[in-house]
């Protein structure tokens, strides 16, 4: 097949989803074309199956706010039509499904049929979607899509809850390649991190208000003023960094938790962790965690939206509720009281993220969804 993949190409779980799924994708052999604003950030190596289109925004003296959404209709509508694509997968409602489906009406009218897959993620239908300014729009982009999948149960009951769905939405989980995201043998780096065996907490996010990143160095000061001999990794960047840093200098912990900011490949850093801890305000499946179970570490997360659908509490991690510091604590220090509990959940961890959530498992989904979708958009064209 022939599929146009659409994305924001930062640091972000959406992005990374789309990259990886396009690059799995063109690994069985389809031919994938990629649309953004600038390269994907984990697009490392373009391949002969794989292209990669930039959309770019007109500078104009009349735009102070360039018309992104159009720009990027257009591209749509250009690569469509000359790469001849089979489907459109769009990731992100915001405005990249509306765009889709400007685009796909624009196709029609020359006789060119393009089904229009909308995956959402999460922050477009929790956070930005229900902006009173976006709601309309997002929900219209929603069931106008030919298909609509979401990443969790989560976010599809969150999404019919919350929005005027009338179309069919399909769960499709998140994924990760576990022969990349395995445990590697680093112990040189972790001996330089931790030279007395401090054990190594890390927490992996972009720091936004949602990730609650103050939370950790919260939970951190409990664990070292009761004398537990710790080291913490603070991986990403984004808007509560610097408050995050100043609390770990006001608690008396900053020379104990390393802020290392944004980090490829993460893979080496998780080999090393013990705990990996994740207190979201909210997240619809939790990418990063996964990245850390892969790497057969256990999670330390918040028991909300989609994260007890991959963290199973008592057997691959911990879950404690939102914002609620002492049980953060107190879970957090039932790992480190007991490492045989500790190993086996990180082998449990291993283990449910390569017979649950690998790529081989997940990406064939999509492919099947790809031809009952584009089956029933052909379908009803001949009809009518
Ligand atoms: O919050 C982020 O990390 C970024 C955000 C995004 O849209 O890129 O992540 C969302 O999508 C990821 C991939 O499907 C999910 O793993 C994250 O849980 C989700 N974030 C939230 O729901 C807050």
């Known amino acids: 097949m022939k599929i146009g993949i659409v994305c924001?190409?930062?640091?972000?779980?959406?992005?990374?989803?789309?990259?990886e799924l396009g690059k799995a994708l063109a690994a069985r052999g389809h031919d994938v074309h990629f649309l953004a604003y600038s390269m994907p950030f984990r697009l490392a190596h373009i391949q002969e199956n794989i292209s990669f289109h930039e959309v770019n925004v007109n500078s104009y003296p009349l735009f102070d706010y360039p018309p992104y959404t159009l720009n990027l209709t257009s591209k749509m509508v250009d690569v469509v039509k000359h790469a001849k694509l089979d489907i459109l997968h769009v990731h992100y409602a915001i405005p990249h499904a509306t765009s889709a489906v400007l685009a796909r009406q624009i196709l029609e009218q020359e006789g060119i049929k393009i089904p229009v897959i909308t995956t959402l993620h999460g922050t477009d239908i929790t956070l930005v979607g229900r902006d009173p300014s976006f709601a309309t729009i997002v929900d219209y982009s929603i069931n106008q899509s030919d298909g609509v999948t979401t990443v969790s149960d989560f976010l599809k009951n969150e999404t019919?809850?919350?929005?005027?769905?009338?179309?069919?939405?399909?769960?499709i989980p998140n994924f990760i390649d576990t022969t990349q995201y395995r445990p590697l043998k680093k112990g040189h780096f972790k001996r330089a991190l931790c030279p007395r065996g401090e054990k190594l907490l890390v927490h992996v996010s972009?720091?936004?208000?949602?990730?609650?990143?103050t939370d950790v160095i919260h939970m951190f000061a409990n664990l070292a003023k009761e004398g537990y001999d710790l080291k913490m990794l603070m991986v990403g960047d984004g808007p509560d960094r610097p408050t995050a840093e100043h609390l770990a200098r006001e608690l008396g912990v900053f020379d104990d938790v390393r802020f290392l900011g944004k980090q490829e490949p993460i893979e080496e850093i998780l080999s090393i962790a013990d705990i990996f801890v994740l207190p979201s305000g909210s997240e619809t499946f939790g990418l990063a965690a996964l990245e850390a179970m892969s790497c057969a570490v256990p999670v330390v997360a918040t028991d909300t939206g989609g994260l007890p659908e991959l963290i199973l509490h008592g057997e691959t991690g911990l879950l404690f509720p939102v914002g609620d510091l002492e049980a953060f604590t107190n879970q957090t220090r039932q790992l480190l009281d007991n490492e045989e509990l500790r190993q086996k959940m990180a082998d449990a961890s291993r283990a449910r993220a390569v017979e649950t959530f690998d790529t081989h498992k997940i990406v064939p989904y999509y492919e099947s969804y790809y031809e009952t979708v584009r089956e029933r958009v052909l379908n009803k064209a001949q009809v009518h």
């Open 8 to 19: 924001y190409p930062v640091y972000g779980g959406s992005g990374v989803v789309a990259t």
């Open 206 to 213: 972009n720091f936004r208000p949602v990730k609650r990143a």
């Open 160 to 171: 019919l809850s919350s929005c005027r769905i009338s179309a069919d939405l399909k769960v």
